[in-house]
C-alpha cells in the first residue's frame, strides 16, 4: 500500500480516497457489486478531452489486511463537454 501511496505522489495524481477500514466498491459489469479487499486507495487521474465528450479516469486499488495489492480497477467515465 505504500508504494502505490509513493506511485501516486510521484505521478501527482490526486488521491480522493486512503481506506484503512474499507475495500473498494467494484462497480465493473462482471461485478456482483461487492467490495474488493480489506483496504483500499482511489485516485483520480486526470480528464482528456475528445469531442464532443471528455474521459475522467479513476484507479481504485484494493489491498488484503496486510496491506498487499490484490485488485486493481482502472474505471473510465465519459461525459459531454
Avoid at 500500500?1 to 484503512?20: K, N, S, T
Avoid at 459489469?29 to 475528445?50: F, H, M, Q, T, W
Amino acid at each position: 500500500m505504500a508504494d502505490v501511496r509513493a506511485m501516486i505522489e510521484r505521478h501527482h495524481w490526486r488521491a480522493d480516497g486512503y481506506r484503512e477500514d474499507q475495500g473498494f466498491y467494484d462497480q465493473r459489469p462482471s461485478s456482483s457489486g461487492k467490495l474488493v479487499g480489506e483496504k483500499s486507495i482511489r485516485a483520480d487521474l486526470g480528464n482528456y478531452p475528445g469531442f464532443p465528450f471528455k474521459t475522467n479516469v479513476t484507479v481504485f486499488w484494493a489491498f488484503n489486511g496486510k496491506g498487499e495489492l490484490i485488485d486493481v480497477w482502472v474505471w473510465k467515465t465519459v461525459d459531454a463537454l
